[in-house]
């Protein structure tokens, strides 16, 4: 079987090009979508996704700010950029970029993000409505995955979705995203960890089988339900000393054998790492119009 693969790229300039109009309409209302990232310290992978961030605003016309904070920065300090932030009208998205330094706290810094503002979805507010179902700024990368699904016509209703991974990034809000009443979920959903016995007993009855762990190539063909739908979230760099770079980026997914099995598949990379930063453009803005609607007292 030729397993269709389900391109990122192309879904999230979809995401960015649907972008256009409501940041133009926004604008036209006085209100141009802002996004403010922090970063501390000096991580290189970190200092790319932030660069990554900024572009992406800069090519959809989001005004965007990247404050960068030495390593020693204190709690307290943190803390007051975050308070500051939250009442600058200029921002309606507050992106804390993770991980943060040892000795900052980073559950501290996620909830005194206003949930207004919580563009990263990780808010426990943003986190409680997404399970009572309720309107919210989605986590990027989970929604991301919904969006791959729905771009490409993958029904979920009544489905069987497994997801392999239980972080609060990524497995338990793609599991509550699911499992909700909705057009691109409404799945029966498992989910599986370091503590589940028989993992493949699992993964086998999956229609949709997604990963998240962190762990290169751990799912294997024989995983894998013949005719499976299979998102691979996981980007892991893998050792290659016949790469200029000395390293590969690969999946948690073993790509080569299992898109002989299944009926699509994500690639690492060009799958759903790219959908991350599309998802938040898309929460930024979706921030600006509810702040938009606020200032127009809830009239559209
Ligand atoms: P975490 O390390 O936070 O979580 C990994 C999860 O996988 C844990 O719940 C863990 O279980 C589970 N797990 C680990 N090993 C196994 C195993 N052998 N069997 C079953 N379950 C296992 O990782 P993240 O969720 O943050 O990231 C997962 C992957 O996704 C990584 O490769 C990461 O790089 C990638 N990622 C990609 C993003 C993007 O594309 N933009 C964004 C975020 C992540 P337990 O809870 O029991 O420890």
Redesign the pocket.
């Known amino acids: 079987m030729e397993a269709k693969i389900l391109h990122g790229k192309v879904v999230a300039e979809a995401v960015k090009e649907g972008l256009r109009p409501r940041i133009e309409k926004c604008i036209k209302k006085g209100v141009y979508p802002g996004l403010v990232v922090v970063l501390v310290g000096e991580d290189p992978a970190s200092q790319v996704y932030v660069r990554n961030k900024a572009r992406a605003c800069e090519s959809l016309g989001i005004y965007s700010e990247t404050r960068c904070l030495s390593v020693d920065t204190t709690q307290k300090e943190l803390n007051e950029l975050v308070d500051r932030l939250n009442a600058d009208d200029r921002f309606h998205g507050i992106l804390v970029q993770m991980p943060l330094p040892k000795h900052l706290d980073d559950i501290e810094i996620i909830e005194r993000i206003s949930p207004q503002k919580d563009v990263d979805g990780f808010h426990p507010m943003s986190v409680g409505r997404l399970v009572q179902g309720q309107n919210t700024l989605l986590p990027c990368?989970p929604a991301g995955v919904l969006e791959i699904l729905a771009y490409y016509n993958i029904e979920t209703n009544g489905k069987h979705v497994v997801v392999?991974?239980?972080?609060n990034?990524?497995?338990k809000p793609m599991l509550n995203l699911m499992y909700q009443k909705s057009k691109h979920a409404n799945a029966t959903v498992t989910i599986?960890?370091?503590?589940?016995r028989n993992?493949e007993e699992h993964t086998l009855r999956a229609d949709i089988l997604i990963v998240?762990?962190?762990?290169p190539e751990?799912i294997k063909a024989g995983m894998v339900k013949d005719g499976a739908v299979v998102i691979d979230?996981?980007?892991?760099r893998v050792d290659d000393d016949t790469r200029k770079k000395g390293y590969r980026l690969v999946g948690?997914v073993a790509y080569d054998e299992v898109k002989e099995r299944c009926s699509a598949i994500t690639p690492v990379p060009g799958g759903?790492?790219l959908m991350?930063i599309a998802m938040l453009m898309k929460n930024t803005v979706q921030a600006a119009e509810d702040h938009v609607n606020l200032k127009n007292n809830g009239k559209k």
């Open positions: 990368t392999v991974g239980r972080s990034i990524v497995g599986c960890h370091t503590g589940t993992m998240a762990t962190g762990v751990m979230v996981g980007v892991n948690d759903v790492g991350t």
